[in-house]
């Protein structure tokens, strides 16, 4: 019965996740590229906040360039950590509360790229020109 409902709806009755991480292999239309696209925006703020975190706790150039241009990299991740244990939690949580709200204050103003923004942007291969001004980076 429940395929039957489905078939005659048009309801998809894959797994949501299955879809986003396999949709090529159904091809979804939109919702094939999904996980890709998903990963572009995870990738643009998680290189957005590690250059406010580096710069904010003083971490030297080279760390920073090599932490925002490996984010995945365990040794970087682990020099980083390091870093943040000198800094002290406290002042690394007073961080990440601080970007967090010049993200929610960019959305209130109308500033913060949508992921979609985002996603034709990497596309087109362009870069956020204001992105240091945004982030106060």
């Known amino acids: 019965m429940i395929n039957n409902i489905a078939k005659e709806n048009g309801i998809l009755q894959l ?8 949709g090529w292999r159904y091809d979804i239309g939109e919702l094939k590229n999904e996980f890709e696209n998903i990963t572009i925006v995870n990738e643009y703020f998680e290189k ?17 360039m090599e932490i925002t241009q490996m984010p995945d990299s365990s ?4 020099q980083l950590c390091s870093e943040i244990e000198k800094y002290g939690i406290d002042n690394y949580k007073k961080i990440v509360n601080e970007y967090n709200s010049i993200l929610e204050k ?12 985002i996603v034709d942007m990497t596309n087109k291969g362009e870069q ?4 240091e001004e945004r982030f106060e980076i």
Do not use: W
């Not at 797994?15 to 396999?22: E, K, R, S």
């Not at 906040?49 to 030297?60: D, P, R, S, T, Y």
């Not at 960019?106 to 923004?117: H, I, S, V, Y």
């Open 15 to 22: 797994y949501h996740m299955d879809i986003l991480t396999n």
């Open 106 to 117: 960019l959305k209130q103003q109308g500033k913060l790229l949508t992921p979609q923004q």
């Open 48 to 64: 957005r906040f590690m250059e406010f975190l580096c710069k904010k706790m003083g971490v030297n150039a080279k760390l920073t």
């Open 128 to 131: 956020d020109q204001n992105v």
């Open 75 to 78: 040794y970087y991740l682990s």
